[in-house]
C-alpha cells in the first residue's frame, strides 16, 4: 500500500509564501503523473499543478506564475512552492500520484491513482 503524506500547511497572510511537502513510500523516480489539487470548504475539489514523467508541467490558470511543483526523487518527495498567496488559496491540498503508463497527465482527479490526506493552507488578509 503506497502512502502519501502531506505536510508544510498552516495559516499566513496574503501575498506570504508557503512551501508543502509531499513525502510518499513507493519510488518518485517511477510515476507517469504527479500532481497537486485543493479543495475548499463548499467547493469541489480542483486541479493546482502536475508534472509529468518526462519532465512536463501544467498550472490551473488561478495559481500559474505563483506556484511551482517539484520533485526530489533521491527523497521520493513532492512539493509546491506557494508565493504570492491570496485569500482565494485557502484550501486543504493534496497530493496524488499514478504509476502506471496512461495517456494524460492533466488537472483531472480521474488520472491519479493514489492521494495523501491533504494539508490545510489558510490564507488571512
Known amino acids: 500500500q503506497v502512502q502519501m503524506v502531506e505536510s508544510g500547511g498552516g495559516s499566513v497572510q496574503a501575498g506570504g509564501s508557503l512551501t508543502l511537502s509531499c513525502t510518499v513510500s513507493?519510488?518518485?523516480?517511477?510515476?507517469?503523473?504527479m500532481g497537486w489539487f485543493r479543495q475548499a470548504t463548499g467547493k469541489e475539489r480542483e486541479g493546482v499543478a502536475t508534472l509529468g514523467a518526462f519532465g512536463s508541467r501544467l498550472y490551473a490558470a488561478s495559481v500559474n506564475g505563483r506556484f511551482t511543483a517539484s520533485k526530489d526523487d533521491a527523497k521520493n518527495t513532492l512539493y509546491l512552492q506557494m508565493n504570492s498567496l491570496e485569500l482565494e488559496d485557502t484550501a486543504m491540498y493534496y497530493c496524488?500520484?499514478?504509476?502506471?503508463?496512461?495517456?494524460?497527465?492533466?488537472?483531472?482527479?480521474?488520472?491519479?491513482?493514489?492521494w495523501g490526506q491533504g494539508t490545510q493552507v489558510t490564507v488571512s488578509s
Open positions: 496524488a500520484a499514478l504509476w502506471t503508463t496512461s495517456y494524460s497527465c492533466s488537472l483531472r482527479e480521474a488520472d491519479f491513482d493514489y
Open positions: 513507493r519510488s518518485t523516480a517511477s510515476t507517469y503523473c
